[in-house]
């Protein structure tokens, strides 16, 4: 693995993603899901793949045989499109003056919450639609007392021939804590919802529920095709469960040493000196900052791997450097120092970061980016032209 990540010509700073890993998360996740029988897998790319890229997240989920892209937004799915991509694709998240037209000439699936959005859909004519029921998220969908409504509204839509009603779905809310009593109580509400869609008349392609975690630790929740988005990436839904199932980071966010330098024992270190030197010490400089979506909360709290060794970030991160304790060491100009990655090599990851500064490991790749390059590169690829580069907007 890090042969490939060995470019000849490093970057200042780069992201590195291995989309041979995303491919391999999910056949792992498609053959987990499918031990009792079909069920479809939806890899979520929104968020520009959680900080992955988006296009070549999408692409390498496709190899890995997701039947389903799912994003946020209309311009998400309609850049995908743009990119090439043919197959089901759902968005889910629209505002007001957001073009359904536009999802619905490129083929995309779009999701209506509301009455008005289903109104506005049928108007385009030839919409494929679906409804998603909030069942205990409080987030979006349609709220309970609307379910029969939004389900009349969709069937009458139907009959006249004005759209047509693909899938119904909801969203967990603890999924990650699978002993929270609102599994239970969401799942079971879905199936209500999906009673009264039956009773509307409605018939959908899919119905579907889980997300990551779900998919993974909770197989009364498969219904006919899991959303997953973090699992997808390597990373882990719920403590403990992704190393299980054999799943493995794709995102590698590495950088040169900039400088080193001896500082003197009481030398404060990076603005306010909220760290000083007890001792006598060295200390090395990291080229990326908050500019960079390094938290600027990692200050005196999290660490990164300077050459071999584990190296503590002092004082605070600024916003385009940081500075790393090297206990006395001396490491030269351009020492390798691997900020997160898989943890094979004794790197942080992404979920170390996560833990240090007190989020979740989706934020923290999902917010890496700023100036770094991001670079693809497949591991499974035999052939020459296996790296496509592009500075992240
Ligand atoms: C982001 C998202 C997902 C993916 O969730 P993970 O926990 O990353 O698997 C699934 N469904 C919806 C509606 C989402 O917004």
Request: proline share 5%; with cysteine.
């Amino acid at each position: 693995m890090i042969g490939a990540m060995t470019d000849p010509v490093p970057h200042r700073a780069e992201i590195v993603v291995d989309v041979a890993a995303i491919r391999h998360n999910v056949r792992i996740l498609k053959d987990l899901v499918s031990v009792d029988g079909p069920v479809q897998v939806m890899t979520v790319v929104k968020a520009d793949g959680y900080g992955h890229g988006m296009v070549e997240s999408a692409a390498a989920a496709r190899e890995g045989g997701a039947d389903w892209l799912g994003v946020a937004t209309i311009d998400e799915a309609l850049a995908l499109r743009a990119a090439g991509d043919r197959g089901p694709l759902l968005c889910w998240l629209s505002a007001p003056g957001d073009d359904f037209a536009a999802a619905v000439t490129a083929g995309v699936e779009v999701t209506a919450y509301t009455v008005a959005e289903l109104d506005e859909v049928a108007a385009i004519g030839g919409a494929r639609v679906q409804l998603k029921v909030d069942t205990g998220l409080s987030r979006g969908g349609a709220g309970r007392a609307d379910w029969r409504a939004l389900f009349a509204a969709a069937a009458a839509h139907e009959a006249a021939g004005r759209l047509r009603v693909t899938g119904i779905w909801s969203h967990f809310a603890a999924s990650d804590e699978p002993a929270h009593p609102a599994n239970d109580a969401q799942e079971t509400a879905f199936r209500e919802a999906l009673r009264l869609a039956d009773d509307a008349g409605l018939d959908p392609e899919v119905t579907h529920l889980a997300n990551s975690a779900a998919a993974i630790l909770r197989p009364s929740s498969h219904f006919d095709l899991v959303r997953c988005g973090i699992a997808s990436y390597g990373l882990d839904p719920a403590p403990g469960v992704s190393p299980r199932l054999g799943l493995r980071p794709a995102m590698t966010v590495r950088a040169r040493l900039v400088m080193s330098k001896a500082i003197a024992a009481g030398d404060g270190v990076s603005y306010g000196h909220t760290w000083r030197a007890g001792h006598d010490t060295t200390v090395g400089l990291v080229p990326a900052g908050y500019g960079d979506g390094i938290p600027r909360a990692a200050g005196n709290a999290a660490s990164v791997l300077v050459g071999d060794s584990l190296r503590p970030i002092r004082g605070r991160v600024c916003m385009d450097q940081f500075v790393v304790d090297l206990q006395g060491e001396l490491p030269p100009t351009g020492t390798e120092v691997i900020l997160l990655g898989a943890g094979d090599q004794g790197e942080p990851t992404a979920q170390d970061w996560a833990d240090a500064v007190d989020t979740i490991s989706y934020e923290i790749v999902t917010r890496v980016g700023g100036r770094l390059v991001r670079r693809h590169v497949d591991t499974e690829d035999t052939g020459e032209d296996d790296t496509i580069e592009g500075t992240i907007r």
